[in-house]
């Protein structure tokens, strides 16, 4: 949590912000950042994932182009060096094995 306390203070310097860790990430830590003017998620890439085939610039350009039309949400900011990607918040929730739909043939 120390290491996304410090990011929030790079990338909003001088701004009161609320940190709440989300759960689910495979290669990345999620927080949720609460800032004046929004709610962001801050997704911080784990070491080595480039082993794994992760590109972080290619994620960051898809980011964009899925808000451009329309499927996602906005991406804000992205600092390569350390992995960090920045996005506005969705609030939302995980689907129940019940809501998804059965595939038929």
């Known amino acids: 949590m120390e290491a996304a306390h410090a990011a929030v203070a790079r990338l909003w310097p001088g701004r009161a ?8 990430g495979i290669t990345n830590r999620n927080f949720k950042v609460e800032v004046e003017g929004g709610v ?6 784990g070491a080595r994932t ?15 182009r899925a808000f451009e039309v329309g499927v996602g949400p906005e991406v804000t900011a992205f600092a ?26």
Not at 40 to 45: C, K, T
Not at 50 to 64: H, S, T
């Open 17 to 24: 912000a609320k940190v709440e860790e989300l759960g689910g």
């Open 40 to 45: 962001f998620v801050l997704r911080m890439g």
């Open 50 to 64: 480039e082993l794994l085939g992760i590109d972080r610039a290619v994620e960051y350009a898809a980011g964009k």
């Open 80 to 105: 390569p060096d350390e992995g960090w990607l920045v996005a506005r918040f969705v609030e939302g929730r995980p689907i129940t094995l019940e809501e998804m739909p059965r595939r038929t043939r």
